[in-house]
Structure formats: structure tokens, C-alpha cells
């Protein structure tokens, strides 16, 4: 079966369909004509043989739904308030039942663009899937951030760097000539989730990409993906001057380089029209940046940006910076390094941060960056693919975990100054606003590897169109999309998922423990030293445990990364007996007889956050075999295999960890907790 490919556009069959909503498929009408509106002809089309297994017919006489450009429709039949639609901008929506009485009762769909009743009609197509009517008031939907991306972290020999489900869906080889259905399907998914752009390349970049050789196959894919509203960008590698270049040096104040890079936006901007810029990890793990020369972030962000700039193209500039060098902690480096930089960045420059200070790990307190630069558009990057929570083998439902970060209140300009508010531009007023997901996409036949890791890309894109959305309905959404709508399924299931990242935070990482993953790759625990060059690659830098205890000491007595922070988290973190526990070992070292909230001592309670990871991940394998016959065989047989390697290898979490641990807490296992094998 072809099911887990279809992802959350499954359009099956809907039990009792209103005579209404089956009257306006055969009885559709789309005014105008273009690519983008064949499509959405095309997914009606799609839909109501799936949904009512009848064909779709266009209807100009006496049409039931009619999907039109504000500026194509009838507004003597339908009065609009044009301000209204005008707010909606260039993505936004507006869908609303109207009966002007005798026969002309309509679902009419306007937007100001194609674009906007692509999305609308995704929408629609939802709504219907869920069995829900369109309410009375109508929709009307704009997405809160302008440049909604996924980062692939693909490199042109198709390998992906932290991919777990196959090899890259870039086929560079056959590009341009052969423009595989999967290209289609990709931004068919993306666009019906709202995700309007496609960095292609690894941020550890390969300056290949922008030689013409490449630049043709790039064209290829931004022509596919044109008609969905998603924008190619590329990652661009710093010394690409001196490698395709034939310069001498990439600094960024060298004129002959500036000169190059400006002539190199020129050319990608012949291949494509509408490029939508580049991405840049610079100075980092390695890559090439401004600091080989003695500049600046800004120096390198700026040249780039005037190079793109004629063209309305974007730089997005990383912050993850960091050094083994840098004597200090890893947590407050790319601070340090950037917020000196506030207001010096071009306008169209915006910086690219990772929701936390050290590396995606399953729960990390905010990035302090957030809040912290008001002069400058900052944007969040997201980790959908599962580099520290198991890979493509362990469900991890990530909304929840997106969510706790947008919400947390930074307040940098007083209470109410959440992360979110920095992401849609509001706490500063910035117009130029993004968010990054690195992508989970690989070959793998169901896209992700896990069943469930599908939900993670869809949680995303939800996210990015709207940061206030909430796990909750993210997750219904897409279970009933994607499976089914029968309530004894989607409401277990629901509380599965939404359980499923503190259960993984329970057996990998409790209590604010981080980076104690094995070395490199990352998979399994390895809270001991292996051995390696650099201390910031161990996991002993992080977890810090002695017999006196364990946690990073990062309050005044430690390497107050906590200073980075508003006055008011550095008051509620830096007392022991205040900060949220789940933050506890992350900001402070802490003796393994502390008693924390419950009256247990520190090492009973992480003991048991083990166990409750390992038992939860067992019941989730009780609750999916209870789901057996209530969705295919071949996803619940799929998905069930994945999760009992899960549950046993929460197991493998728990005994690594308390064994290691053991070692200096010195203390037997509370009871309840299971010894190791
Ligand atoms: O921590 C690291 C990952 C690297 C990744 C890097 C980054 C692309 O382990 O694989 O490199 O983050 O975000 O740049």
C-alpha cells in the first residue's frame, strides 16, 4: 500500500459527506488561469474521489464553490469589505459560506493571489477530511512569518548529514533533465502545510552548488516548485571564491572578493528569477568564515547581502558559532559573538538561531539570543529531524517541544515578551521574519522513517505559518488527516504523541541533563569520556558528575551564562530551589542529596524519570497493538516495530545512565527503578 507516501493529504473516504459539501465539488468553479490554479483544480479533482469517490466537475453557470482572485470576482453578487481582503496580504485566505438567497447559496474561496487560494484550498480540503464545517463568521488566515523554510541538510553526493531516512531526494545525476514525481509530491506537501521555501544544500556546504554545472540543475527544481508558492535558496560556502573562484582570499573587506560575489548573485539570479537567497554557517565546526581573516560576522553577512540585495534576495546568517578555542562555555559563545553586532547587519539580513544555546538537544532552555538584539530580525531555526531523540527509531512528537520554546517569556522588554513575539516581528517591530526547520525528508518510501516523524514536518510548517498554534490541535490535525477519524483512535493516539517527547527527555535526558549522547553520531547514550580532541564533544563537559554531584554550573559561581538572560529568569534559575526542575542540572551543580520538590532526594528522582521513560515507552507499545485493524496493517506493523525498538532501548538509556551515574552518586536505586541487566 501506498499510504505512509500520501503523508497527510490521505483524502480517504468520508463517512456521511453533507449533501453540500459533495453538491459543491460537482459543482465547482475557478476563475482565471495559471499553473498554480491548475493545481488546485487538480486537488479537487483528487479529493472528491477520495473523499466521495465521484469526480469533480467545473461549473461556470451555477457554481456551488467558487475559488477566485478577489480582483477576478463577481463583487455585485458577492459584496466583500475590500480593506478586509487586502489585509489578507499576498499568502492569506478568506472562505465563507454565502447565500444570497434563491439559488445562490456558494462557498466562495478569494484571496489577493494564486498563492493565497492554494493555501485555501488546502485548508478546505482539511477541514473537510476532519469532518468540520466551515464556521459562520468564515476563515480568514495569513501566515504570521513572511519566509516559512525547510534547511536540507543534503549534500550533493546524497548522503544527508543527520538524515536517518534514506539518502538525499536530490538526484543531482539526472537533474536537470528528469524531474522525478517525488519533486512534485515534496512541494505539493510542503505547499499544503504553508511552507513557502526549500534551502536544498547542507549548511556544511559544498561550493559546487554555485558553479552553472549546478545552478542548471537548481533552475530545474525552482521551476518544479514555482507553482506552489516555495522559493529555492542555497547554502552558500564562504570560501567559495577561492575554490570556484580562482581568488586568492574570501575576505570579506577584499574588493576583487566583494566584486565576486555580487557577479555570482547575477549569474544564480539568470538561472532564477525569484532566488530566494543564501543560508550561511560560518566559523563553526570547521566551515570557512570571516574570523580566518580577522572580521566580523557583520563584515561576511554584509557582503553577501548587498550581492543579493538588487535582486530582493535575503542573507540568512547563522549564529551557531562556536570554538573549542574559545576557553569559555559553549552556551554563551554565540551571544557573546553576536549582540555586539545589533543594528550593524544589513536590512536584509536576518539571523538564523537555534531554539537553544547549545545544540538541539530533547529539552534546552530558550536561546538567550532571543529578545536580545532588538535592531536585528532574528529567526528560529528548529531541528525536525531527530539528531539527539533517537534518530528515525524513537517517537518523538516535536510540537510539543517547538511550543514550550515559542511561549517561554523572554522578558527583555518586560513580562509578556515571548520567544513567539520575536519570531513574528512583533516585540521589535521587524517586518523581515522566518523560521527554519531542518528537514527529516529522505528516500525512505514513507519520506521520514517513522510513521510519525511525518507529523514532525507538518508540525512544523503549522508552526511556522501561525507560532501561536498549539501542539494539541496539531497533533489531531494530522492524526485524522493521516489516519483516521474514529475517536477511539485519534484519542489515545493523541495523548501518545503528546507524551512522546517528555517521555524521551525522561529516558535520555531528565532534569536538565544534556549532550550525553554517544560520541559523534549520537545515537544511544554515552555519558563517559571516549576519548577525541575536543573537551566541548564530550559528554563529561556537560553533565559535569563527581561524587559531589552533577550539572553544568552555569549561575555567577559558574560560567553565568545565565547573565545572558532578563533579570527576572536570572533570578528564578539561579536559586536551586526555584528554577523548573526540568532546567535543574542544565544551570546548576547539584549534590546528588539534594532534596528537589517531591521531598526525594536529586539521584531517587533521576533514577525514576529513567524508569517512567522505559515504562512509557512500553505502554505506548501496549496502546499501539490495541490499535491493531483500526488503521492498515502495513503502517501499525511498521510503526509497531519501531516502537518496540524503542522500548527497548529506553531500557538501554536507563541502565547506561544509572550505572554511570552510580558510580559517583554511590547510592543503590530507589525502589520501583528496575537494576540493569
Ligand atoms: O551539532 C551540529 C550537528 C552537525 C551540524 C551542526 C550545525 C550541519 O551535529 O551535524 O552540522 O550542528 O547545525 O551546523
Known amino acids: 500500500s501506498n499510504d505512509g507516501y500520501k503523508l497527510w493529504l490521505q483524502y480517504h473516504t468520508i463517512e456521511n459527506p453533507s449533501d453540500w459539501q459533495k453538491e459543491s465539488f ?374 510539543p517541544m517547538y511550543e514550550e520554546v515559542l511561549k517561554e517569556d523572554t522578558y527583555v522588554s518586560g513580562k509578556g515578551s515571548e520567544v513567539a513575539k520575536t519570531i513574528d516581528g512583533s516585540l521589535h517591530s521587524h517586518t523581515l521574519t522566518a523560521m527554519a526547520g531542518v528537514a527529516n525528508i529522505g528516500t525512505d518510501r514513507n519520506w521520514t522513517g517513522h510513521h510519525f516523524h511525518q507529523a514532525n514536518w507538518f508540525a512544523y510548517g503549522r508552526l511556522a505559518w501561525d507560532p501561536y498554534e498549539k501542539a494539541e490541535n496539531i497533533a489531531e490535525d494530522w492524526i485524522r488527516l493521516t489516519f483516521s477519524n474514529d475517536d477511539d483512535f485519534v484519542n489515545p493516539i493523541k495523548e501518545m504523541m503528546l507524551n512522546s517527547r517528555e517521555m524521551v527527555v525522561n529516558y535520555m535526558t531528565p532534569l536538565g541533563l544534556h549532550h550525553i549522547m554517544a560520541r559523534s553520531h549520537h545515537y544511544g547514550p554515552g555519558p563517559w569520556v571516549t576519548g577525541g580532541s575536543r573537551a566541548d564533544w564530550t559528554s563529561t563537559y556537560y553533565h559535569q558528575a563527581s561524587e559531589e554531584g552533577i550539572g553544568f554550573d552555569r549561575t555567577a559561581t559558574g560560567s553565568n551564562a545565565l547573565g545572558q538572560y532578563a533579570m527576572e529568569l536570572q533570578k528564578k534559575w539561579g536559586d536551586i530551589n526555584s528554577i523548573p526542575e526540568e532546567h535543574l542540572l542544565w544551570f546548576h551543580h547539584v549534590s546528588w542529596d539534594h532534596q528537589l520538590k517531591n521531598g526525594d532526594n536529586l539521584w531517587n528522582n533521576l533514577a525514576k524519570h529513567y524508569q517512567k521513560g522505559v515504562e512509557e515507552a512500553r505502554k505506548n507499545v501496549k496502546t499501539w497493538e490495541s490499535m491493531n485493524g483500526k488503521i492498515d496493517d502495513e503502517r501499525h506493523q511498521h510503526v509497531l516495530s519501531f516502537m518496540k525498538i524503542q522500548a527497548e532501548e529506553a531500557a538501554w538509556w536507563r541502565d547506561a545512565c544509572l550505572l554511570y551515574f552510580g558510580q559517583f552518586s554511590k547510592m543503590p536505586l530507589p525502589e520501583g527503578v528496575e537494576p540493569p541487566k
Open 26 to 399: 460537482e459543482h465547482f468553479k475557478i476563475n482565471g488561469s495559471s499553473s498554480t490554479l491548475d493545481i488546485i483544480g487538480d486537488e479537487i479533482q483528487k479529493a472528491s474521489l477520495g473523499f466521495f469517490q465521484k469526480v469533480a466537475n467545473q461549473d461556470t453557470n451555477n457554481p456551488k464553490l467558487i475559488i477566485s482572485k478577489f480582483s477576478d470576482l463577481d463583487q455585485q453578487k458577492f459584496p466583500l469589505d475590500a480593506n478586509k481582503i487586502t489585509s489578507l496580504g499576498s499568502e492569506g485566505f478568506f472562505i465563507q459560506d454565502f447565500d444570497a438567497g434563491n439559488q445562490n447559496k456558494a462557498t466562495i474561496m478569494v484571496a489577493n493571489t494564486d498563492i493565497g487560494l492554494l493555501y485555501g484550498t488546502y485548508h478546505l480540503l482539511q477541514k473537510i477530511q476532519k469532518n468540520e464545517a466551515i464556521p459562520a463568521e468564515g476563515i480568514f488566515q495569513s501566515p504570521k512569518t513572511q519566509h516559512r523554510l525547510l534547511n536540507h541538510w543534503d549534500n550533493l553526493d546524497r548522503t544527508v548529514e543527520r538524515g536517518y531516512s534514506g539518502f538525499s531526494i536530490w538526484n543531482w545525476h539526472r537533474l536537470p533533465r528528469h524531474i522525478d514525481q517525488q519533486y512534485i509530491d515534496y512541494a505539493r506537501a510542503n505547499a499544503s502545510i504553508g511552507i513557502n521555501g526549500t534551502v536544498l544544500t547542507n549548511v556544511n556546504a559544498n561550493s559546487l552548488v554555485l558553479t552553472p554545472e549546478y545552478l542548471e540543475k537548481v533552475k530545474a527544481l525552482a521551476d518544479t516548485f514555482r507553482p506552489y508558492g516555495i522559493k529555492v535558496y542555497l547554502t552558500a560556502r564562504f570560501s567559495s571564491p577561492i575554490e570556484i573562484g580562482g581568488k586568492v582570499t574570501a575576505d570579506p573587506l577584499d574588493q576583487e572578493v566583494q566584486d565576486w560575489w555580487k557577479e555570482k548573485a547575477k549569474e544564480v539570479y539568470k538561472y532564477i528569477p525569484d532566488f530566494g537567497g543564501f543560508v550561511v554557517k560560518a566559523d563553526s565546526e570547521g566551515q570557512p568564515g570571516p574570523h580566518n581573516y580577522g572580521r566580523t560576522q557583520t563584515d561576511g553577512a554584509n557582503m553577501l547581502a548587498d550581492a543579493v540585495a538588487p535582486f530582493g534576495g535575503i542573507v540568512m546568517w547563522r549564529a551557531f558559532v562556536y570554538s573549542e578555542k574559545t576557553p569559555d562555555d559553549r552556551h554563551k559563545q554565540a551571544f557573546n559573538e553576536f549582540k555586539p553586532l545589533d543594528g550593524k547587519f544589513r536590512k536584509n539580513v536576518i539571523v538564523q538561531v537555534k531554539n537553544g544555546a547549545i545544540d538541539f538537544q530533547p529539552r534546552e532552555p530558550f536561546h538567550p539570543l532571543f529578545g536580545a538584539m532588538p535592531k536585528t530580525p532574528l529567526m528560529m531555526e528548529f531541528q525536525i529531524t531527530q539528531e539527539y531523540l533517537g534518530h528515525d527509531t524513537h517517537l518523538a512528537f516535536l510540537a
